[in-house]
C-alpha cells in the first residue's frame, strides 16, 4: 500500500489512497500529505471513519487546535470541534429548521474560509463525515490560488499590500443572524493583508469570502466591487470543486486559498453530522 496523490478536478483537489490517518501516521507520509496539501489546496480521503480522538490526532499534526466560535449556538462550542449538524448533540435529536443553532449554520452556505475573522487566521481545517444525508448537503470548494493567477500583472501589483477587515457579526448579518452583546464580544473586527503566500510553494492566493467585509482605505462601492470580483473569479466553474460526501471520508482544506459553502439538504427529513478540527496557522511555540 502505498501513498498516492491524484487530483481530481482542473485546478486544484487531489484524492489521497494508500494511507490510513485514522491511525498514528510516520513522519514520511504526513510529509507527503502536508506537501499535497500545499500543492492541492483540498485532499479527499475516503474510508477513514475517525473518532474524536482520532480525528484530534491527525488534525493536530497541521498545527495547534483552535477553540469554537460562538460558545451556546454553535453545536460543538466548548469542544474542539465546530459541528455542521440538524443532530442535538447531546440527545441525537433532530433540531428543528427554526431553530437559532440552524439559523445559525445557514451561513455555510455563502462561500466561506474558516475563522478569517480570527486574529490568528486558519492554516487548514479537517471535516470528516459522520452521518450523511442521502441526498443533498454536497460541498463546493473554489481556489483563490486560481482566482489570484487570473489577475493581470498590474491588478496583481494594485492589491499586494491590500489590507482586509473580516467581521464574523458582519458575515452571520447577511443572513439575517444576530449576535447577543456577549457572543459580539468574542468577535470583534480584525484585518490581515488580502494576498497570502504559501511557504512552502511561493504561489500566492486571497484570503476572501463572506467574513471579508472591506478593503481597509477603500471606497465602499470599489472594496465591494474588488472583494466581488476576487469572489467570481474563484468561483469559475473550472475552479471548483463539488464533493458529494460518504460516511468515513475526511477533506482537509486550506483556509487561505480555498474558499467553500455547504449546499441544501432536507433538515426536517435527514441526519447530517459533519464535524471540523480548525487548524491555526499561529506558530505552536507562540502558544
Ligand atoms: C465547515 C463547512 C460545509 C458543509 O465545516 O466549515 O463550511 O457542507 N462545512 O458542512
Ligand atoms: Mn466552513
Redesign the pocket.
Known amino acids: 500500500m502505498s501513498l498516492t496523490v491524484t487530483p481530481i478536478a482542473p485546478v486544484f483537489c487531489a484524492r489521497i489512497s494508500g494511507v490510513s490517518i485514522n491511525k498514528p501516521l510516520d513522519d514520511g507520509p504526513f510529509g507527503a500529505i502536508r506537501a499535497a496539501l500545499d500543492a492541492h489546496l483540498v485532499l479527499v480521503f475516503s474510508d477513514q471513519p475517525m473518532t474524536d480522538e482520532q480525528q484530534i490526532d491527525f488534525s493536530e499534526r497541521f498545527g495547534p487546535l483552535e477553540g469554537t466560535a460562538a460558545a451556546g449556538v454553535n453545536p460543538g462550542a466548548g469542544t474542539p470541534f ?1 459541528r ?1 449538524s440538524n443532530l442535538d448533540i447531546k440527545t441525537g435529536a433532530v433540531i428543528p429548521p427554526d431553530d437559532r443553532r440552524m439559523f445559525y449554520q445557514k451561513a ?1 452556505m455563502l462561500w ?1 474560509a ?1 475563522s478569517t475573522f480570527k486574529a490568528i487566521p486558519s492554516l487548514c ?1 479537517v ?1 470528516t463525515a459522520r452521518v450523511v444525508p442521502p441526498e443533498g ?3 463546493e470548494f473554489a481556489s483563490t490560488r486560481a482566482a489570484y493567477a487570473s489577475l493581470s500583472e498590474p491588478q496583481k501589483a494594485e492589491i499586494e499590500d491590500l489590507v482586509v477587515e473580516h467581521d464574523f457579526a458582519y458575515s452571520r448579518g447577511l443572513v439575517g443572524f444576530t449576535f447577543t452583546p456577549e457572543e459580539l464580544a468574542h468577535t470583534p473586527p480584525v484585518r490581515h493583508r488580502l494576498v497570502r503566500t504559501n511557504k512552502a510553494t511561493g504561489l500566492k492566493s486571497v484570503m476572501i469570502g463572506v467574513h471579508a467585509k472591506c478593503v481597509v482605505g477603500w471606497p465602499e462601492d470599489e472594496s465591494r466591487g474588488l472583494l466581488d470580483d476576487l469572489l467570481a473569479r474563484a468561483t469559475r466553474p473550472e475552479n471548483t470543486y463539488r464533493h458529494d460526501w460518504r460516511e468515513g471520508d475526511v477533506i482537509v482544506w486550506d483556509n487561505q486559498a480555498a474558499v ?4 441544501e439538504y432536507d433538515t426536517t427529513k435527514h441526519q447530517r453530522l ?1 464535524q ?1 478540527t480548525t487548524i491555526s496557522s499561529r506558530a505552536v511555540s507562540a502558544k
Open positions: 465546530a455542521q455555510n466561506h474558516d481545517s471535516l448537503g454536497a460541498t467553500h459553502r455547504a449546499t459533519m471540523r
